[in-house]
Each structure stands twice: as C-alpha cells, then as structure tokens.
C-alpha cells in the first residue's frame, strides 16, 4: 500500500469523466480517450468495474485503497504460476516479490483507473489453471481457465495479447500436432470476437510510428524494437540481463570467469538517467541502451532455443513473443499507441526474476550481480514509493489553491509538464467554478529573455486572450544539489529526437531542464509579471538505481544520496478585461510540440 496518499493522481478523475460518459449498454464499445491522447482503447472489463466502484462512492482514494489489492493478487498469481514451473517455493516467493516491487507494478496497482497489473494477474491464473488441467483433467480446472482467460481478454488489449502470447508458447513445443493449437485459436477467436468493434473504428490521431501514419519510415521498426526491449530492461536491470545469459549458459566450465569478467566491465558503466512518463521508460545514453537491449533480446532468443521444459519454456517463449507483439502493434495497427509502457509486460516479470535468482543462487561468481540485482528491486521501489507520496501530496495542495483563486469560468490554464497532470475534473472537484472551455494546454516552448506573456502568446507558444486571467502550473522534481552535480545527473536526450515515441515535441529534455535548470524561463516571466498563487515544496531523497554506477559516482564526485523537492507552484496573471470568456469557448490547442528555443 506504499505510496497511496490522500490525494489521488491528476489522471483518476479525468478518466472518471470519461467512464462516467459511458452509458452501460455501450461498455462493450471502443472507449474514445480525448486529448490529448486522442485514441480509442478496449477495455470493456475495466471499464465496468471502474463503474462498479463509482455507483459505491465518488472518492478516489477510497477505490485506490481497494485497487491496490491488485498487487497481492498479482503477486499469488505469479506465485502459483512458478510453482508449476518448477522452481521452489522460496525461489518462487522471492520471484514474485521483487516482480512486485518493480515501480511499473506498483504504478498500476496504486492508480484505481491503470488495469495492467489486473490483466497480468488473469493471464497468469489463467495459464496455471491450464497447466492444472493438462495434468488432470477436470471440470474445475476447465472452468478455471475458461473464466480467467475471458477476463484477461476483456480487461485490456494488452493484456489479452499477453494471454495469447503464452498459449502460443505453449503450444509451440507440440507445433506438429494439429490439436495442439486448438488453445491458441480459441483464444484468438475470443480476442478477435471481444476487440471486433475496435477494428472498425475510424478517428483518432494516427502516430508517426503507424505504417498508416504521415511520416512512417523503415527506421521506426528497430526504433520499436529497441523501445520495446527498453521497458523490459527497466525491470530487469543490467544485472540482470547478465545472470539471464548465467543462467542459459549454467554448466559451462568457463562461465565462472565470463561472469567476473562481465561483471567488472559492468562497474565500469557510466551514470545513466531515465526518463518515465506513465512508466514509458527512455534513457540517456544511447550506447548502455543498445547494448543491453540487445544482449536482453538476444538472452530471451538463447533461452528459447534451449527449449526448456513445461511452464519454464512457455515463459521464454512468451516474454519474446509480447516483445515482438507490442514492438509490431504500434506499426501495423492504425489505432495502438506508440509510446508502449512497462508496466503491460508484467505477465512476463516473474518469470524473468526467477531466472535472475536461480543463476544467481547457483553460481559462486554471480553473487555479486545477485547483490546489484537486489539493490536495484530496493532502490526502485523505494524510489517509487518516496518521490509518488511526496508528490501526490504537494499536487493536491497546489490544486485546492489554485482551486480557490480562480474566479472566471474559462482562465487560461497552462502547464510545463506532460507527466503530471493537473484536470480540470481536479480543479471542479476542489469547488472551482470552471465552464466547458477549460482545459489544460501543455508547452514545452520558453519565452526569450524580457518577453512579455502577450508577446509570447503572439509568437504562438500559449493560447491567451485579452480577456482571461492565464495561470501557469508547475509541479515537478527540483534537484538541491549542486550545479555540476546537475549536469551529470541531467543526462542526454538528445539521441532519442525523432527516433523513439514522443521524443518528437522535447518532452525528455524539457522535463530534465525542470528538475535541473531550477527555474524555466516560463515561470520567470509569471513570477515577475503575475502574483503567486502558491508555492509549495516538499523534500524526498532517490538512491541510485543501478549500483554498479559506484564507481562511477565516486569519481565524478556524484553523491549516493540524490536529494530533491517535489515542487508545485501556481502563479496568476490577471486579465486586462476580467470576466470575459470568449464566445462559444475556445479551441484546444496543444503547445507540446513547439519547437525548443
């Protein structure tokens, strides 16, 4: 339950908003997610069960604490999914609880309206029930995997992707026998009656990275590849990229030197950063990340063609074919988003970790990656657990001031980061009086040095008329460390422009100048300008993701200890004309594409 406060992600009503619009003889229909996502989704389970919840109460919190439950039942899920893979009880307990740890998981159980830990749990169960009834057949066991196969297909697309991922696995040993298949058909046949109305969907924005869409060129494909394995890496780590080759190779009478080897190459990474937005995972350094994505790629490829036996091969198997899968959905379906999250390969996780810790409880000279390894599920979670609580508590505060201040139905509501959102639904629940036209427009876009907001507006980097009040949000991480300690803990995006999702409009390095610049040429033009409606800081500490970075910490006189304030400022601007609003509301206009200054 760490990390759920008594303020809820900006997100949560937002998405009330729109379940709220679905009528409940249309829940099995294309949910239209608007701006500025402007894409359709299935998840008709998801959708219900959010209704369910708010026919009992309007609190967030209130469902957060009861959503959070996903993460137990997750985790028994995948507790019984490796027990019938054949690993021990206590590998399997440990499995499934550094699995659980992972902030992608954790994210998803702490959001009452994110179901990819929901899904995840449904597959799993599904695929043990599966297994029960290969070994016994029995009704109970037909019903079982009957049930949960029907809810991971209904609770997300994702989710029933994975699903089929691991019934083809599981069939692919037998690929012969033509009723060996039956399984996967079956599947097939219900993802595609369930998702049907999904397929004939027009509308929406089509991504760079579609083959249907403006701008697809060939070098989207390995830059999909590369994003996809990037989500993957986030959860293993390099550690554990390197005791999965353990694994595969264990026996080999030069492994013991190749792992020391491996690992003194290790200790000599550089610091790497990362950015997360909604646990889409990109880092900064293009050499670390192309090298360990392949060597994971290529661990998940060895491992298969090992073959292993039961439950054991079924999960290689299906940990390679969901990376295949989400790597191809955004290229070849018009509707499926580019920017593919962490958080939908949980089915995988358990049983990547349980590998981990098998090769590291079976080789001498893996157990000092076992103790990065370990460090990492540590650091992640507690990470995750200290810069959320903090975080959801400066926002909801920020959001109850801004709240109070406003004074006109439709003000010009801007704000500099994409990550953490601030609604409107938020603003209406904290009692302020907004009208149809507002909404949040988004800039990554910097005024020049003396510019005026009316300048800045005319040169088009935010949408203000004469006539409204303009508020700017920021609500960000702010680094107190020292200048040159900044820079490095920055990181470089720059590789990633035009090649991997979203990195097109500099939300990567816009958000890094947040948190390391201290102040943006934005808030400085509102801070000398306007007033303060608020500005509220709260501080947390991050320990260092990857351990094996020590070495290069203590060179470059970086600390172990990475302290920082969750910052949410508000400032205000009044209106020459105050109470206009223009007529028939204003058009939304999405400023995170403006070009950096």
């Given at each position: 339950?760490?990390?759920?406060t008594?303020?809820?992600?900006g997100?949560?009503?937002?998405?009330?908003?729109?379940v709220?619009?679905?009528?409940?003889?249309?829940?099995?229909r294309?949910?239209?997610?608007?701006?500025p996502?402007?894409?359709?989704?299935y998840?008709?389970?998801?959708?219900?069960?959010?209704?369910?919840g708010?026919?009992?109460?309007?609190?967030p919190?209130?469902?957060?604490a009861?959503?959070?439950?996903?993460?137990?039942a997750?985790g028994?899920?995948?507790l019984?999914?490796l027990?019938?893979?054949?690993?021990?009880?206590?590998?399997?307990?440990?499995?499934?609880?550094t699995?659980?740890?992972m902030?992608?998981?954790?994210?998803?159980?702490w959001i009452?309206?994110?179901?990819?830990l929901v899904g995840?749990?449904?597959?799993l169960?599904?695929?043990?029930?599966l297994?029960?009834?290969?070994?016994?057949?029995?009704?109970?066991?037909?019903?079982?995997?009957?049930?949960f196969?029907?809810?991971?297909?209904?609770?997300?697309?994702?989710?029933?992707?994975?699903l089929?991922?691991f019934?083809?696995?599981?069939?692919?040993?037998?690929?012969?026998?033509l009723h060996?298949?039956?399984?996967?058909?079956?599947?097939?046949?219900?993802?595609?009656?369930?998702?049907?109305?999904?397929?004939?969907?027009?509308g929406?924005s089509v991504?760079?990275?579609?083959?249907?869409?403006e701008?697809f060129?060939?070098?989207?494909i390995?830059?999909m590849?590369?994003h996809v394995?990037a989500?993957l890496?986030?959860?293993?780590?390099p550690?554990?990229?390197?005791?999965?080759w353990?694994?595969?190779l264990?026996?080999?009478?030069?492994?013991p030197?190749?792992?020391?080897?491996?690992?003194?190459l290790?200790f000599?990474?550089?610091?790497v950063?990362?950015?997360?937005?909604?646990?889409?995972?990109v880092?900064?350094?293009?050499?670390?990340?192309?090298?360990?994505?392949a060597?994971?790629w290529?661990?998940?490829v060895?491992?298969?063609r090992?073959?292993a036996p039961g439950l054991?091969g079924?999960?290689?198997?299906?940990?390679l074919?969901?990376l295949?899968?989400?790597a191809?959905?955004?290229?070849?379906?018009?509707?499926?988003?580019?920017?593919?999250?962490?958080?939908?390969?949980?089915?995988a996780?358990?049983?990547?970790?349980?590998?981990?810790?098998?090769?590291?409880?079976?080789?001498?000279?893996?157990?000092?990656?076992a103790?990065v390894?370990g460090?990492f599920?540590?650091s992640?979670?507690?990470?995750a657990?200290?810069?959320?609580r903090?975080r959801?508590?400066?926002?909801?505060?920020?959001?109850t001031?801004l709240?109070?201040?406003?004074?006109?139905p439709?003000?010009?509501?801007?704000?500099?980061?994409?990550?953490?959102?601030?609604?409107v639904?938020?603003?209406v629940a904290e009692?302020?009086n907004?009208?149809?036209?507002?909404?949040?427009?988004t800039t990554?876009?910097?005024?020049?040095?003396?510019?005026?907001?009316?300048?800045?507006?005319?040169?088009?980097g935010?949408?203000?008329?004469?006539?409204?009040?303009a508020?700017?949000?920021?609500?960000?991480?702010?680094?107190r460390?020292?200048?040159?300690?900044?820079?490095i803990?920055a990181g470089?995006f720059?590789?990633?422009?035009?090649?991997l999702p979203?990195s097109?409009?500099?939300?990567?390095?816009a958000?890094?100048?947040?948190?390391f610049e201290?102040?943006?040429d934005?808030e400085?033009?509102?801070r000398?300008a306007?007033?303060?409606?608020?500005?509220l800081?709260?501080?947390?500490?991050a320990?260092p993701?990857?351990?094996?970075?020590?070495?290069?910490?203590?060179?470059?006189?970086?600390?172990?200890?990475?302290?920082?304030d969750?910052?949410?400022s508000?400032?205000r601007?009044?209106?020459?004309?105050?109470?206009?609003?223009?007529s028939?509301?204003?058009?939304r206009?999405d400023?995170a594409?403006?070009?950096?200054?």
């Amino acid at each position: 339950m760490a990390g759920v406060t008594e303020t809820p992600d900006g997100i949560v009503r937002w998405v009330f908003g729109i379940v709220d619009g679905i009528a409940w003889s249309d829940v099995w229909r294309p949910v239209y997610n608007p701006e500025p996502m402007d894409t359709y989704a299935y998840r008709p389970l998801a959708v219900v069960l959010i209704k369910l919840g708010l026919l009992f109460t309007r609190d967030p919190m209130a469902l957060a604490a009861v959503h959070a439950l996903a993460i137990p039942a997750f985790g028994l899920a995948a507790l019984g999914f490796l027990r019938r893979a054949g690993f021990s009880d206590s590998l399997a307990g440990l499995a499934a609880s550094t699995a659980m740890a992972m902030p992608s998981l954790l994210f998803s159980g702490w959001i009452p309206v994110e179901f990819d830990l929901v899904g995840a749990a449904f597959v799993l169960a599904a695929l043990s029930a599966l297994h029960d009834l290969r070994l016994t057949p029995s009704r109970r066991a037909r019903l079982r995997f009957v049930a949960f196969s029907a809810l991971a297909i209904l609770t997300k697309e994702t989710s029933a992707l994975g699903l089929f991922a691991f019934t083809v696995a599981d069939a692919w040993p037998r690929r012969r026998e033509l009723h060996a298949w039956r399984v996967p058909a079956a599947i097939l046949l219900g993802i595609f009656v369930a998702t049907l109305p999904l397929h004939f969907t027009r509308g929406g924005s089509v991504s760079a990275f579609s083959a249907f869409g403006e701008g697809f060129h060939p070098i989207r494909i390995p830059a999909m590849v590369l994003h996809v394995g990037a989500q993957l890496l986030y959860v293993v780590g390099p550690a554990g990229v390197l005791l999965l080759w353990a694994d595969r190779l264990a026996g080999r009478r030069w492994l013991p030197v190749a792992l020391w080897t491996a690992t003194a190459l290790l200790f000599f990474a550089p610091i790497v950063r990362h950015y997360s937005h909604f646990e889409a995972v990109v880092f900064s350094s293009p050499t670390w990340t192309i090298g360990l994505v392949a060597l994971l790629w290529a661990a998940l490829v060895a491992n298969v063609r090992r073959d292993a036996p039961g439950l054991q091969g079924t999960g290689h198997r299906a940990a390679l074919l969901m990376l295949i899968g989400f790597a191809a959905a955004p290229i070849v379906l018009r509707f499926a988003r580019a920017d593919v999250s962490a958080r939908i390969l949980a089915p995988a996780i358990p049983l990547l970790h349980a590998l981990v810790w098998r090769a590291a409880s079976a080789q001498r000279s893996g157990r000092l990656l076992a103790a990065v390894f370990g460090a990492f599920v540590v650091s992640a979670a507690v990470n995750a657990a200290l810069s959320t609580r903090t975080r959801l508590a400066v926002e909801g505060e920020a959001r109850t001031a801004l709240a109070k201040d406003v004074r006109m139905p439709c003000p010009a509501l801007i704000a500099t980061n994409a990550v953490q959102w601030t609604t409107v639904e938020d603003l209406v629940a904290e009692g302020a009086n907004l009208g149809a036209c507002a909404w949040f427009q988004t800039t990554s876009s910097q005024p020049e040095t003396g510019m005026t907001l009316a300048e800045f507006t005319a040169r088009g980097g935010v949408s203000v008329d004469r006539g409204q009040d303009a508020y700017l949000v920021i609500s960000t991480a702010r680094s107190r460390m020292d200048e040159a300690t900044n820079r490095i803990l920055a990181g470089d995006f720059t590789w990633t422009s035009e090649l991997l999702p979203e990195s097109d409009d500099d939300l990567f390095a816009a958000y890094q100048r947040m948190v390391f610049e201290i102040e943006t040429d934005l808030e400085t033009l509102f801070r000398t300008a306007g007033a303060r409606v608020c500005g509220l800081r709260s501080p947390y500490v991050a320990l260092p993701l990857w351990w094996n970075e020590l070495p290069a910490r203590l060179l470059l006189g970086v600390p172990l200890v990475e302290r920082f304030d969750w910052v949410a400022s508000v400032y205000r601007i009044r209106a020459t004309e105050p109470g206009f609003v223009p007529s028939g509301g204003r058009g939304r206009r999405d400023h995170a594409g403006d070009a950096r200054r």
